[in-house]
């Protein structure tokens, strides 16, 4: 069995659900037995609260942080009994959830390609960028959040994408000889879209505020899928190595983001029927309160969150096994339940 170190890594980082992700995806994979060789009992996963590339990738080489951080839903660090002990329970209850919620299912499935049709694309695109496709002995994996997404750029690194040059990398992966990277959270917002019946491919025009990382990158994405893209005012002006232009038709919006967060736009950008802010905090109340926030527009974090971290298992870390992965409906269902467990014992 391949032994994973995960860490997410930024600053802050104690409000973060992707190591909860990563063990609910790997506890999914075990399911399939032999089929599978990762063991989430002997990967780690850990916070890394940083503002520097270096300390996250000085981790990746060493496992060491100097300053462990408190995760915000234990109350503890990682690597402590309270939250190995709560996450272990957390896992159990949500995996004890084998169906998604019915109103998280997609009503939209035939607009998406057929699994087996994605699954041998992600291992054919891995294939021929050489990037490995079996299981490592010992394999590390990290997701960057802010500020750390821009600062990656060396030759050391390869990439499987255009995430250096957008200077949106979150995504990285250890060969046991060097790094790999990729951008997910463009290809993240695409596949949510889709997942909620928006054709990108025929395309559906995106609405988007914000200038950062996860903002290049969706907005490649959504070009390249075949989308059209309309800026709307932020915090600081979009910046592509590329040339693009704005749409500035008055056709209404199919699909709305605001990385800014602002909550305030013109009426255009509200009337949206699809909208998501990318950001999410913790949540109180019981499973049904949680699911009925997952449903309200504008879409929660969540969504692109589970996503994105889907798109790091599929196109960087484990592309041999996209077809064994967990729909975004289940998922996030299994990430209601897992929270709703650590909830209680806060």
Request: proline residues 5%.
């Amino acid at each position: 069995m391949a032994q994973v170190r995960y860490a997410i890594c930024g600053h802050p980082v104690s409000h973060s659900l992707s190591p909860l992700l990563f063990g609910l995806v790997m506890s999914n994979l075990e399911k399939f037995g032999r089929n599978i060789q990762f063991n989430v009992k002997k990967s780690k996963f850990e916070l890394v609260d940083t503002s520097a590339i270096e300390d996250a990738l000085g981790w990746g080489y060493a496992g060491f942080t100097p300053e462990p951080s408190i995760w915000e839903y234990t109350g503890a660090p990682f690597g402590k009994y309270r939250t190995e002990a709560l996450v272990q329970k957390a896992l159990e209850a949500a995996l004890h959830i084998e169906d998604a919620d019915p109103r998280l299912v997609s009503n939209f499935e035939s607009e998406l390609e057929a699994q087996d049709v994605q699954s041998h694309s992600f291992l054919l695109q891995a294939e021929l960028k050489h990037l490995p496709t079996h299981c490592l002995e010992n394999e590390v994996w990290l997701n960057l959040t802010s500020p750390l997404k821009h600062q990656l750029s060396s030759e050391a690194v390869s990439t499987i994408d255009d995430s250096m040059s957008l200077q949106a990398v979150n995504a990285l992966r250890w060969d046991g000889q060097a790094w790999w990277c990729a951008g997910v959270d463009g290809s993240g917002v695409v596949s949510i879209a889709q997942y909620h019946g928006v054709q990108v491919g025929s395309g559906a025009l995106l609405g988007i505020v914000g200038g950062g990382g996860a903002a290049r990158a969706t907005v490649d994405s959504w070009l390249k899928t075949g989308g059209a893209v309309r800026l709307f005012p932020g915090k600081r002006p979009l910046e592509l190595p590329f040339d693009f232009e704005s749409d500035d038709s008055d056709r209404p919006l199919d699909f709305a983001v605001d990385f800014d967060g602002a909550g305030v736009h013109d009426a255009e950008f509200e009337s949206c029927p699809n909208r998501l802010n990318p950001s999410y905090q913790a949540l109180d109340g019981d499973v049904e309160s949680r699911i009925g926030h997952l449903m309200a527009t504008p879409l929660d974090g969540r969504w692109m969150l589970v996503a994105q971290h889907l798109e790091s298992w599929r196109r960087l870390w484990a592309p041999q096994y996209a077809a064994y992965l967990p729909s975004i409906g289940l998922l996030l269902t299994q990430l209601v339940h897992a929270e709703n467990v650590l909830h209680t014992y806060a």
